[in-house]
């Protein structure tokens, strides 16, 4: 199903995504760095279990921002899909007065008024043009 009456909403909520996604890999520049001991084999024979220190991100911490970067990463290749089918949707549209109106109000982000004044309609005529329109969909 089309989400043409939720692409401003989508669009928005995309700036949200990018702007929080931003923050979230800031914090994980951020993550100290702390030594931690791992296990591993000689390299020569006989293998012989040794223990080696290396610095590694906090776990926890690190763990957590990344776990939170999958899901706002997830959330903004759905809101990405979302947008595409909307412009698709209206792109396919047949050239004239209703496809005009749709990408002023859906794409461009005007208002059904704006887009009424713009196009010599009154608003009404604009929201039936649009209702109508959406039902062909």
Do not use: W
């Not at 296990?39 to 957590?64: C, G, L, N, Q, W």
């Amino acid at each position: 199903m089309i989400s043409i009456n939720k692409h401003k909403q989508n669009k928005r909520e995309l700036d949200m995504v990018n702007r929080q996604l931003d923050r979230l890999y800031a914090q994980l520049e951020a993550v100290p760095e702390i030594s931690g001991k791992v296990t591993r084999s000689s390299t020569d024979f006989p293998y012989i279990e040794e223990h080696v220190t290396v610095r590694m991100d906090e776990p926890k911490a690190a763990t957590a921002i990344r776990d939170r970067i999958r899901k706002k990463e997830k959330r903004q290749k759905e809101l990405l899909a979302e947008i595409k089918s909307t412009e698709e949707a209206v792109a396919s549209l047949p050239d004239g007065i209703e496809k005009q109106i749709m990408d002023m109000v859906y794409l461009e982000g005007l208002s059904q008024s704006d887009a009424a004044e713009l196009m010599g309609y009154t608003q009404a005529r604009v929201s039936q043009i649009i209702r109508n329109t959406l039902k062909d969909l």
